[in-house]
């Protein structure tokens, strides 16, 4: 499964104490329980990703200090990213993978004019998010009163007006979104384990 490529990347890096995998059924709980590090606690999404993710939040032991939520269905993440982000999070309190934006962005506006947007300064947002805990279940709570939708934990605490360091990513970390994402990540994967050095 894609999902076991990202355990497997977070289990060498060391950074996770505790892992709680958010599953959306019975059939896809059985499988992804054969792939988990541990200590691991299962737990059942909900219809939004805020909704999981409080989810898995809720499920966390009082004495972590800080949580990474990462998308199972990114499976490029490596090690040294996660070893990176825990250094960056605990001196900062938040911080993203995010790589630069290549394409020119433009937003259509209501009377259908375009406008363009300085790609400069535009990152497109990568998983995993790294956060304090007391900083994230603060963004949370403020999600849940307010009624909010977001599409990514550092919505939530950009609400909090809290500054965000970005790691840049400079490698392939893309998302398993559509049917036709899965060959480009084979790919991706296949091309990875050829560049990996033989174990002795």
């Known amino acids: 499964p894609v999902f076991a490529h990202a355990a497997a990347a977070f289990a060498a890096s060391g950074v996770a104490d505790f892992y709680v995998v958010v599953y959306r059924d019975q059939r896809q ?3 992804l329980s054969a792939h988990t590090p541990t200590p691991c606690v299962l737990v059942k999404g909900g219809a939004e ?35 990176a982000l825990h250094k960056i999070v605990v001196r900062e309190h938040a911080v993203v993978l995010a790589h630069r934006v290549t394409d020119t962005i433009k937003k259509h506006r209501s009377d259908a004019r375009l406008r363009t947007l300085e790609r400069e300064r535009l990152w497109a947002m990568e998983t995993p998010q790294v956060f304090s805990r007391d900083l994230l279940d603060r963004a949370y709570a403020r ?52 560049a990996a050095p033989a174990s002795a």
Request: aromatic fraction near 4%; charged fraction near 20%.
């Open 29 to 31: 709980m059985l499988t």
């Open 49 to 83: 990703r805020q909704d999981s993710v409080a989810a898995a939040l809720a499920a966390l032991p009082p004495d972590i200090a800080y949580v990474f939520i990462h998308d199972c269905a990114r499976p490029l993440v490596s090690p040294e990213q996660l070893v």
């Open 143 to 194: 999600v849940a009163k307010k009624k909010l939708r977001i599409t990514d934990d550092a919505q939530a605490v950009e609400a909090l007006d809290h500054p965000i360091a970005l790691l840049e990513n400079t490698s392939p970390n893309p998302k398993l979104t559509t049917p036709g994402d899965l060959a480009y990540l084979e790919f991706l994967l296949a091309r990875a384990s050829d």
